[in-house]
């Protein structure tokens, strides 16, 4: 069973950081591609970056790369997005979820397990 809970967002001005951790307190991370994705308000879930299972193969957003960072530590069953330059638009609530298998990595259905969700506000 996967179990993920997000933290590390808040509120911070354009131009500055935001790490977010998600942990999973279940046994089976490491077999899981971890995706994180956001929704900004009035806005559908988007898909904002996806690692592998065995951290070999990152991919982003075009609105986010080079600017946001994702990484993951099978040994403490967590994926760490670091976010780097924020902009207001990236405003939103931010998730992160877990898939088996690495196809589909960018559509949000295809996700089984979703955390509940950090809030990250940039002001301008």
């Known amino acids: 069973q996967v179990q993920l809970e997000e933290s590390g967002g808040g509120l911070v001005q354009a131009g500055g950081s935001l790490t977010l951790s998600c942990v999973d307190s279940?046994?089976?991370?490491?077999?899981?591609?971890m995706g994180w994705f956001r929704q900004g308000p009035g806005k559908e879930r988007e898909f904002v970056a996806v690692?592998?299972?065995?951290?070999?193969?990152?991919y982003y957003s075009p609105s986010v790369e080079g600017r946001f960072t994702i990484s993951r530590d099978n040994a403490k069953n967590t994926v760490v997005l670091q976010m780097n330059s924020l902009k207001p638009e990236d405003t939103a609530v931010y998730y992160c979820?877990?898939?088996?298998?690495?196809?589909?990595?960018?559509?949000?259905?295809?996700?089984?397990?979703w955390g509940q969700g950090t809030q990250v506000t940039v002001s301008s």
């Open positions: 979820a877990a898939k088996a298998g690495f196809g589909a990595y960018g559509s949000a259905p295809s996700y089984r397990y």
């Open positions: 279940g046994r089976t991370f490491s077999s899981y591609t």
């Open positions: 690692i592998s299972s065995r951290a070999s193969v990152p």
